[in-house]
Structures are given as C-alpha cells and as structure tokens.
C-alpha cells in the first residue's frame, strides 16, 4: 500500500546534456608483476591530466574499473567522492577493452566520445586541437590528438576515394621531428614510422590535409575522439574478452564504412605513458591547460552516412594504391 505522493514528482530539475564525454578503461590487476610496477602512479598522472584540461561544463568523464584491484578502486572511489569522474561504472570481472567501452559508449548521449586508455597524459589544449579539425572537416569521423601517419593507409578509403583525384591529399613534411620522436618513445617501437617498400618513411613525409585548417591523414585507437555514430555502428555482442582485431572491427572500421575520414592533430597534444613515468610527464605538466568553449561544439555539423558503395572505394583504394605506390 502506498500513502501519499512521491514527492520526487514535484521537482523541476533538468538533467546536464553535455557535449562530450571521455572514456577510460582501467585494468590494474592485482599482480607482482614488475610490468605493473608503476601502473597506479600512471593512471594517477592520466586522469589528473584529463581532470585539468577539459571544461567539466561541457565534458564528462566515465572512468571503467575493468576489475582492477583494491588499492586502484580506493583511488578511483577518491576521484569520484570529489566531484571529477561523472560516471563510475564497476565490473568485477575483466570484460576487456571493447566490451567495457562500448556498453558505455552505447549508452551515452553526447555527440562526441573520446576513448582513451588509461596511460595517456593529456597535454594543454588537446580538446581545442581535435574539434577545430571537426569543425574545419564535416567528413572527420575519428580525430586522434596525436599525429599518426604511419596510420594514413589504415581504413582510410572513403577520404582517399573523395579527396585523391581533386588534389585536396597533400604529401610533405609537416609533422616535426620532435613530434614524430615522441610518438615512437611513448609507444617504445622505434620502428613504427618505417617504411620498407616506399621511397620516404613516415618521418620524412605525410599525408595531410591543409584547407581550412591542417590535419594528419590517419588516427590511431589509443586515444581518438569519434562521432557518437562510429562507436554505434557495429551492434555486435563482443563475446569474446580479448581478440585480435576487435579493436579494429569496432573502433577502426566503422568510421570509413559510413564514408568519414580518419584524421589526427599535426602536433601532440597527448602522450602513451605506457607503463613507467619519464621526463615527458614533468615537461607537461608544469603547463596551464585551456578550456574548450561551449560555442566550439555548437557549429559542429551532423554528416550523413555516405551513399556511395563501400565496395567500389576498396576497389579503387587498392588500385589507387598500386598505381600511385602509396
């Protein structure tokens, strides 16, 4: 029997539509393991990073705990008595990176999402630097805050199928050396950026756009910004917890099937920790960090998904390729 109303009924309060969301997977185990050795501190310097340059009025940050241990979910629980984290989702079992991110991101209301794992050290102004590239290209369905080149050819054929024959994909030296050096020290792979079978390496030159602002030609998943659209895409059940190529199928490949581009910043504006702190940390951090503005989402324009066969821009993308000797 119930007496009386719920009084709940009676209030008028509006529920915070914000304009962003970031994601962060965390997956800290309980382990001797020398691998995890400062992987708390680490995850402290990513998410303090984040907390100080996003504008929490108009992002909002879910942070995953993927059944890490105890003395993470303390750090965690910290963060989100505080006020920082918006949404603290638990699982007490290891879901893997793609099923925790996109329960999440499927049920986010935001337009756009950024997925980022949890050893990455946001630099000043890697918010401004993304959606000034989505406000400069309406085709841009993945924007990487970090210059990624050597990923240009990677599931890229809509904006090679579009923008090749009218001239508009230029190749030069664009990204700096320091740029391309700090890439290959966060991602501790001094080989990433060669090329064996073309004449210059990634270093050298790139694939970029330049009107009406520069952008890289490629981006990578370890942080990346995408249209809530892309992360929709695939509504497959992931049933798998780790797989080679999952990452690929549900994060990579759905941007270029509805005929976006994937695009990164010319410059860094965020760095793959990894598993240990160095110098880069100190150098970054010592910066005041910028606050997008809400107008910086407003202008942003909604694409359709293209129309055009999927199966023709393969075909020209691989004859392209072999033309030209991408």
């Not at 629980?77 to 079992?93: A, F, P, T």
């Not at 079978?197 to 990634?202: I, K, V």
Request: charged letters at 25%.
């Amino acid at each position: 029997m119930r007496t009386g109303v719920n009084p709940e009924k009676f209030k008028t309060e509006k529920n915070v539509h914000y304009f962003h969301r970031v994601i962060v997977p965390v997956h800290i185990p309980e382990s001797s393991n020398l691998y995890y050795k400062e992987a708390i501190e680490v995850l402290k310097v990513c998410l303090q990073s984040l907390f100080n340059s996003i504008n929490h009025e108009t992002t909002a940050i879910t942070i995953i705990n993927n059944a890490s241990n105890t003395e993470v979910e303390e750090v965690l629980s910290g963060y989100y008595k505080d006020g920082l984290i918006n949404k603290y989702v638990i699982y007490k079992e290891n879901k893997g990176k793609v099923h925790a991110i996109i329960s999440e991101a499927r049920a986010c209301f935001e337009d756009y999402i950024t997925i980022a794992d949890s050893d990455v050290l946001f630099m000043e102004g890697w918010e401004n630097a993304c959606f000034e590239i989505f406000n400069s290209y309406p085709k841009a369905g993945v924007v990487s805050p970090v210059p990624s080149q050597n990923l240009s050819l990677y599931y890229n054929r809509s904006l090679f199928y579009d923008l090749f024959l009218k001239g508009k994909i230029k190749y030069g030296k664009v990204v700096s050396d320091y740029d391309c050096e700090l890439f290959l020290k966060g991602l501790g792979n001094a080989a990433l950026l060669d090329r064996n079978n073309a004449e210059y390496s990634w270093k050298q030159k790139q694939y970029y756009l330049d009107k009406p602002t520069r952008a890289i030609v490629g981006a990578n998943h370890f942080v990346a910004t995408y249209r809530r659209e892309v992360l929709m895409w695939n509504k497959e059940f992931p049933q798998e917890k780790f797989m080679k190529g999952y990452e690929e199928n549900y994060l990579d490949f759905p941007a270029d099937r509805l005929g976006w581009y994937r695009l990164s910043t010319p410059k860094t504006f965020a760095y793959h920790l990894g598993n240990e702190l160095d110098e880069v940390v100190c150098k970054s951090c010592d910066k005041p960090k910028s606050k997008i503005f809400q107008e910086s989402f407003k202008a942003l324009s909604r694409p359709r998904p293209s129309n055009n066969s999927y199966k023709m821009k393969r075909i020209f993308f691989k004859v392209l390729r072999s033309i030209k000797q991408l």
